[in-house]
């Protein structure tokens, strides 16, 4: 499969739309951090040399830099969910018509879904990352920029939310209490800051535009 981060909008969206197992929720999700992360650079960027905005330039910088290295992660995540889910499908096509075939054809499964697991599982910690840098930059940012910084955290907080979702749901398949103990609690943590921060992000932009009334 090409990259899918190489083709147009509409052909990834057609991908999507089409009669396969892959790509799916997991490469939307990436793809969703990664929109939420460009909105974040484009407000930085269209405050950073705006009069009135010196005092925050430096802050607004170190969120740049942070957002661009976050966009770019969560971009390539769309195709390495593809090719992690690609991984499972060919496990288990795996023969098991013997005993040792079926033993192969278990530990492959197994391997598999732990990295169909932590796919999602980076990219709910990137754009938990991205929703921490839409809160650093919620009162520095040019008003005009408001909007587009509550659409980000929007954005990420769905990518966030199926990301979680997909890391839970594959730790059965690898038969790993350990591992499955640890990556659950790491991932209801996610989930909780993740949804207390899109709501102050929220909350900041409303009161800023009440207070330009």
Partial sequence: ?????????????????????????????ALAGALGGALVSMACRLTIGKEGYEEAEEELNSVLSA????????????DKDAEAYQK????????????????IRAVAVRA??????????????????????????SGLVNVSTICD?????IHVLGGMEISVMNAQVNLPFVSN????????TEMEGIQEEGR????AVIWEILGELRAED
């Fill in 177 to 184: 209490d350990e591992y499955s103990d640890e990556v659950w």
């Fill in 1 to 29: 499969m090409s990259q899918l981060r190489e083709t147009t909008l509409s052909a990834f969206i057609e991908q999507l739309a089409a009669r396969s197992a892959y790509p799916a929720g997991g490469s939307s999700a």
């Fill in 112 to 137: 598999a879904f732990r990295e169909a697991c932590e796919s999602p599982r980076q990219i709910a910690r990137d754009c938990l990352e991205v929703l921490r840098l839409c809160l650093r930059v």
């Fill in 88 to 103: 499972v499908l060919k496990a288990r096509s795996l023969p098991e018509d013997t005993e040792d075939e079926q033993k």
């Fill in 196 to 199: 207390i921060l899109k709501s």
């Fill in 149 to 153: 910084l509550g659409a980000a955290a």
């Fill in 67 to 78: 957002s661009e290295t976050l966009r770019i992660d969560l971009l390539s995540a769309v």
